[in-house]
């Protein structure tokens, strides 16, 4: 493109923030600035061992199959499992960045302070006060890096700490730990506390599906997408009875029984932690009714003390670059744009990776990416009537998920991508 090509702000070089940038490359514009606060590339995928950004712990592995995490046009190596370490996903993303020479489009330890619309453009100032103008603006600076704390907080008096804060099983030798919630990372906390600690408990709000990472020998996700073919209603019976084979009932694991369909909340992908449960290694207890000191009192009114609070309560939607009364979503019970990326009132800016699909991030925001390229460059034109269309979506979320802050941004993997796929076409 000529020197009339638009300036394009990137903020965030995780996996989706690397996306926008190859796609806006390959799609001719040169003037790309990804400003990046780390000194690495890959986001929560770059494992630190001290408290930080928000890292995997050292043991994380995908919780989707590699065949359904990949980006389109960059396969992962043959050699890799069917479910990568965090080791092989970073290595996986360096290797993208390197192909497709992203990192000269990144200015590293550049966290931006402040952002704010100037006409139909962006000024941009980073915490340095350095400031630079742009025509479009991606944010992709993920959505898990600020936690949400528990309500009782402060009431215990014991070591407490969030799930973002926790990198490994050292130092828990000895203790009686409490983990705080049975998605993901609950459940990844409570396994590998458990290694260590002598006695871990893990408390549960809600009843939630444990789900095998495997089934019949396959990934339990590509299983899923084997029966994509069917109406919702029989494809949550089959999921469902599928379960029942494998795990038996949840309440043999002293776990509460779903009522809802697998498809109407998140997944929790563990295959360890009902063998964990059956082997006396975790302890599931009822939600939190009261804490005083380091006594938790559950509604089934079962008494604890505890040494130790790991709360895995998830994380707030955080734009703290934005002024509160532009874009705020952090409280928000409904994100109103339309294909989880463009907002009605802004047409020059677009969200990539802002969503939560039951699948992997980054294939999605890949195909954002391509379609903000051709956005910009006027080969794919939008409707007319996107406020409309941003209001339904989230419409379908309240009605098809459980009314949780975490499926405030849910999305159906296979579904949200055909409708990409869709729009592009």
């Not at 359904?68 to 290797?95: G, K, N, V």
């Not at 599928?242 to 369909?261: A, I, N, T």
């Not at 082997?279 to 130790?308: C, L, M, S, W």
């Not at 009537?385 to 499926?407: C, F, G, P, T, V």
Request: net charge negative; proline share 5%; with cysteine.
């Amino acid at each position: 493109m000529d020197n009339d090509s638009p300036r394009i702000c990137v903020i965030g070089a995780g996996c989706s923030g690397l996306a926008a940038i190859k796609n806006l490359a390959d799609a001719g514009f040169g003037k790309i600035v990804c400003y990046e606060q780390n000194p690495w590339i890959g986001g929560n995928w770059k494992y630190t061992s001290e408290s930080s950004h928000s890292s995997v712990c050292s043991t994380t592995h995908i919780i989707s199959s590699k065949k359904l995490s990949e980006y389109s046009d960059f396969p992962m190596p043959d050699d890799y499992p069917d479910y990568p370490s965090h080791e092989q996903l970073l290595a996986y993303f360096e290797s993208y960045a390197e192909k497709f020479g992203l990192k000269n489009y990144i200015r590293f330890n550049s966290k931006v302070a402040h952002i704010e619309k100037e006409g139909d453009g962006w000024i941009v100032e980073l915490e340095s006060g350095t400031k630079e103008s742009f025509d479009y603006l991606l944010v992709a600076n993920g959505h898990h890096s600020v936690p949400n704390h528990p309500e009782f907080k402060d009431a215990f008096k014991g070591e407490y700490m969030h799930s973002h804060d926790f990198k490994n099983n050292s130092g828990f030798e000895g203790k009686r730990v409490l983990v705080i919630g049975a998605g993901n990372s609950g459940c990844d906390c409570a396994v590998e506390i458990s290694r260590a600690a002598d006695h871990v408990a893990m408390s549960l709000r809600t009843a939630q599906y444990i789900v095998p990472k495997f089934f019949l020998g396959k990934p339990a996700d590509s299983f899923a997408e084997s029966t994509l073919w069917l109406p919702n209603f029989v494809r949550n019976f089959l999921l469902k009875l599928s379960l029942r084979f494998q795990v038996g009932k949840y309440s043999d694991y002293g776990l509460p029984e779903p009522k809802h369909g697998v498809l109407e909340a998140h997944p929790t992908m563990n295959s360890e932690l009902l063998y964990k449960i059956r082997h006396g290694k975790v302890h599931p207890r009822a939600g939190i009714k009261e804490v005083n000191g380091t006594t938790v009192t559950f509604k089934d009114g079962k008494e604890e003390d505890f040494d130790v609070m790991v709360a895995a309560t998830g994380y707030n939607i955080e734009t703290a670059f934005f002024d509160k009364d532009f874009i705020d979503y952090s409280e928000s019970d409904r994100v109103e744009l339309y294909l989880r990326m463009i907002h009605p009132d802004h047409p020059s800016l677009f969200f990539i990776g802002l969503f939560q699909p039951q699948g992997a991030i980054w294939p999605g925001s890949d195909l954002q990416s391509k379609l903000v390229a051709g956005i910009i460059k006027g080969t794919v034109k939008l409707p007319s009537n996107i406020r409309e269309l941003a209001s339904r979506e989230s419409d379908e979320i309240d009605k098809r998920y459980l009314k949780r802050k975490r499926h405030t941004i849910e999305v159906d993997y296979h579904e949200f991508m055909g409708r990409l796929r869709k729009q592009l076409a």
